[in-house]
């Protein structure tokens, strides 16, 4: 993997991503084989939100995720710290809310939303760790948090294949289809990078999350992930990092307390 590629620093990210604002919607169908809008439609699932509640949705980019939530009557804001993309997003949909932010410092107050989402953007996030605990503060207590995103195939056979596609065939589709082609290596390695399911869901459980699951679509090319706010006084983040590091091998001793519900 080309290390230095993935050496970005924020604001270069965002201009990569204010590059492909224009076709990304239409290049993520190409690229997932259309898959992408299912995926999607399980975040939607696993959120079970309702009129009159409201949901920040993170790294919402155009607005395509955010939508099914507008249509249901909720209340939602779409979150991005991409100005392009935002911008698109706006002209298409000016009925929602769309809201410049950095993940790692949320422009909202403590306990404003009945329920968070980042799909498929959480791994471009700078300080993920961060975003989560983030995430976690401005999440109301019992309140829920979903996150999609590329992960591990659990297959060996099948993650041969598909980090095979990743690394040739993805990058070769995005030059015929993309503007930006280099932003979809970019993307490709930081999948390729990102931690697998378990270490995610040790992840959500140090920022202080609770009731962690997670749904493997697609054979674990990505994973659903799903968790709690305590409903009582908030986990502190700095005291759940100590107890984690207390323990050897984190992600070992977390994965029995990690439910995954049947595929």
């Known amino acids: 993997m080309n290390r230095a590629s993935l050496d970005k620093r924020p604001d270069e990210v965002a201009t990569m991503f204010d590059d492909v604002a224009p076709k990304y919607d239409v290049v993520n169908d190409v690229l997932s084989m259309g898959q992408t809008r299912r995926w999607r439609r399980v975040v939607v699932d696993a959120m ?23 249509d249901a009557g909720i209340d939602v804001i779409a979150c991005d710290f991409s100005l392009g993309m935002l911008k698109v997003g706006k002209r298409r949909r000016p009925d929602i809310d769309f809201i410049a932010g950095d993940a790692t410092r949320l422009p909202f107050a403590d306990n404003t939303f009945d329920a968070s989402t980042i799909s498929f953007g959480l791994r471009n996030v700078n300080e993920p760790k961060k975003a989560l ?44 289809v993309s503007s930006n082609p280099d932003a979809y290596v970019y993307l ?72 995954r519900p049947a595929r």
Do not use: C
């Open 48 to 70: 079970d939100v309702k009129p009159g509640q409201r949901v920040l949705d993170l790294a919402a980019g155009t607005g395509t995720s955010s939508e099914p939530y507008a």
């Open 133 to 176: 605990a983030e995430m976690l503060r401005v999440t109301k207590p019992g309140g829920k948090l979903v996150i999609a995103e590329f992960s591990q195939p659990v297959v060996p056979l099948w993650r041969t294949m598909y980090t095979e596609y990743l690394m040739r065939a993805l990058p070769a589709i995005a030059v015929k």
């Open 188 to 259: 490709a390695e930081s999948i390729r990078a990102w931690p697998d399911q378990d270490h995610l869901a040790a992840w959500l459980q140090e920022a202080g999350w609770d009731n962690v699951t997670y749904r493997n679509l697609s054979g674990g090319i990505v994973a659903v992930h799903r968790a709690q706010k305590p409903a009582g006084p908030a986990t502190d983040p700095a005291a759940a990092a100590t107890a984690l590091a207390a323990h050897t091998g984190p992600v070992a001793k977390l994965r029995r307390n990690v439910t």
